[in-house]
């Protein structure tokens, strides 16, 4: 079990609008495979769930994916954890939306291209291996995942969300930095993969450009996404479960 998931969801309603519910916990020693984290209500439509799986793949590779120490195995902040649930949710919210406006359908090649995006950030198929391992998710939870950040990167895009149109200056800014990387500290964990994406391509901006768009849109994604929930306020009932332990009875 990752720690930080039995105490997050305690900091919730301080942080979004979300709704706070205990519920009993399994008694011990009894093993959960999936269980309900959160649960999205949008006015006149069926609820969406959270599953702790889906919560605890994410957090993973979102980790790895930004360089942090132990990302596999340590503990994280609960606002870090409730930064990625919050995530999660405004994915499922994304692919709620496009399904209703149409667009929800995936192709071959944008599934294939946001998977060499990822693969390369998670440290390749052995990466890849050892975060599933260490999550107990498959490839189909893998697959799951990859699907709905394409979905809600479109419908993004499409609603002209902020950040998924990063300015020339902001593009040429990050490339100067990837190709010249700070002596002190080195390059970040995702200014090294781009620049192992782009290879000797990196001196040449015409040539780095998208590559240099399509990061910046795949980063910026998570911070337009938890805006875009924490706008939707009391049109999207929000509601977050947190498991509890009866007392310990005395004598």
Same mark, same amino acid.
């Given at each position: 079990m990752l720690p930080a998931l039995a105490f997050v969801l305690a900091v919730a309603p301080q942080l979004s609008s979300a709704e706070l519910v205990?519920?009993?916990?399994?008694?011990?020693?009894?093993?959960?495979?999936?269980?309900?984290?959160?649960?999205?209500?949008?006015e006149g439509a069926a609820p969406r769930f959270v599953?702790?799986?889906?919560?605890?793949?994410?957090?993973?590779?979102?980790?790895?994916?930004?360089g942090a120490p132990d990302p596999l195995v340590g503990e994280f902040h609960p606002t870090v954890v409730w930064g990625v649930l919050e995530q999660l949710v405004g994915e499922q919210l994304a692919v709620r939306e496009a399904e209703r406006?149409?667009?929800?359908?995936?192709?071959?090649?944008?599934?294939?291209?946001?998977?060499?995006?990822?693969?390369?950030?998670?440290?390749?198929?052995?990466?890849?291996?050892?975060?599933?391992?260490?999550?107990?998710?498959?490839?189909?939870? /893998?697959?799951?995942?990859?699907?709905?950040?394409?979905?809600?990167?479109?419908l993004l895009r499409a609603r002209r969300a902020e950040g998924t149109d990063p300015d020339e200056a902001t593009l040429r800014q990050t490339w100067e930095r990837v190709r010249h990387p700070a002596e002190e500290g080195g390059a970040s964990a995702r200014d090294a993969a781009l620049r192992a994406e782009l290879g000797d391509e990196v001196e040449r901006w015409e040539s780095s450009r998208e590559a240099l768009r399509v990061d910046a849109v795949r980063y910026g994604?998570?911070?337009?996404?938890?805006?875009?929930?924490?706008?939707?306020?009391?049109?999207?009932?929000?509601?977050? /479960?947190?498991?509890?332990?009866?007392?310990?009875?005395g004598g």
């Open positions: 205990a519920r009993p916990a399994p008694p011990p020693g009894e093993t959960v495979l999936d269980g309900v984290v959160a649960s999205m209500e949008p599953l702790r799986g889906d919560l605890v793949l994410l957090l993973r590779a979102e980790m790895v994916m930004r406006a149409g667009m929800s359908e995936v192709t071959p090649e944008q599934l294939a291209s946001m998977r060499v995006w990822m693969l390369r950030r998670l440290g390749g198929d052995a990466g890849l291996a050892s975060l599933l391992e260490a999550t107990g998710a498959g490839e189909q939870e /893998f697959d799951a995942l990859l699907r709905r950040r394409v979905v809600a990167e479109r994604a998570a911070g337009s996404l938890r805006a875009w929930v924490r706008a939707l306020g009391s049109r999207v009932r929000l509601r977050v /479960f947190r498991a509890t332990r009866p007392a310990a009875s």
